[in-house]
């Protein structure tokens, strides 16, 4: 039996790329559904270019400085990502914002982890905020990119308690625990066919195991 075609998937990284480096451990299965084609980063001294390299991922930098606009610098993304053949974009702490073009022309093919139980806490400072509002749970969420920041269809959601005496720091580390289970899992779901988006929605084939703590979008 001929092996199954696997989703050639680029991970965009502006820093040390954690969450890359827990797709980049799952993706050595010979089940896993998704390639890992290209990492690329919007700046040359990110440390996951290094980590990426020492896997044998091919590795672009695409420095947003070069470009004296949004739409420029997208355009020189576009056209790395093309070259790559990438299906699927999948960001991990990319701190950039893309023109509406772009994330238009990869809709449906473009994913997110934001560190809250979206639509709870978008934009930055997610676990400050969580402390600050008194919530009892707190968590990641892997989502589809579209124009508005945050407010993507949702794939998967992984929880954590909110402890007496947590602060920022305390709650991120845990959290960031459960990114590292939730990601690869989401992005095999959204690789493998068996997540996909209708309209604003996403919706699941098949069964569809979830590790402790996670919980998907049904």
Same mark, same amino acid.
């Given at each position: ?5 696997k989703t050639r ?5 502006? %820093? !040390?790329?954690? @969450?890359?480096?827990?797709? +980049?451990?799952?993706?050595?299965a ?6 890992? &084609? *290209? ?31 949004r739409a ?12 790559a ?8 702490g990319f ?12 809709? %449906? !093919?473009?994913? @997110?982890?934001?560190?809250? +139980?979206?639509p709870?806490f ?7 905020? &969580? *402390? ?6 707190h968590?990641?969420?892997?989502h ?12 998967a959601?992984?929880?954590v ?11 991120a ?11 690869p ?28 703590g996670?919980?998907?979008s049904?």
């Open positions: 039996m001929a092996a199954q075609r998937v680029a991970i965009l990284i502006s %820093g !040390r790329g954690s @969450n890359m480096v827990s797709i +980049l451990d799952a993706a050595r010979p089940d896993y559904p998704a390639e890992i &084609a *290209l990492v690329l980063s919007n700046r040359p001294d990110a440390p996951g270019l290094a980590h990426a390299a020492a896997c044998g991922i091919p590795t672009k930098t695409v420095d947003h400085r070069s470009f004296p606009d420029s610098f997208d355009g020189a993304l576009q056209a790395e990502l093309e070259a053949g990438i299906e699927l974009v999948c960001l991990a701190m950039r914002i893309f023109s509406g073009p772009f994330v238009e022309a990869w809709a %449906g !093919r473009m994913i @997110n982890i934001h560190p809250s +139980l979206l709870l978008r934009g930055v400072h997610t676990h400050a905020q &969580a *402390l600050a509002a008194g919530v009892r749970l968590g990641c969420t892997v589809y990119v579209v124009p508005e920041l945050d407010a993507g269809p949702i794939v959601q992984a929880a308690p909110v402890l007496p005496g947590d602060d920022p720091d305390s709650l580390a845990r959290i960031l625990v459960q990114e590292h289970r939730l990601y899992m989401a992005l095999a779901l959204v690789a493998g066919g068996r997540a996909r988006l209708e309209g604003n929605r996403v919706v699941f084939a098949g069964d569809v195991a979830t590790p402790e996670a919980l998907l049904l």
